[in-house]
């Protein structure tokens, strides 16, 4: 499979959850102090993500 969540820890020792497809990050969440906090962000985004509101604020 082409996408995948990676976590990986920022200059700041943080953990980051990134959402990579092939070798390209496509976006990441804030740093947080502990990769459990990381890993429930992923989870929050699988579970919340499919029935999120698309919203365009460009002019028309």
Request: net charge neutral.
């Amino acid at each position: 499979m082409a996408h995948r969540f990676e976590i990986r820890k920022n200059k700041a020792g943080e953990f980051v959850a990134y959402f990579c497809h092939n070798a390209e990050t496509i976006f990441w969440t804030e740093g947080y102090a502990s990769k459990a906090s990381a890993k429930n962000a992923i989870e929050s985004i699988l579970k919340n993500g499919p029935s999120a509101e698309v919203v365009d604020t460009t002019a028309a």
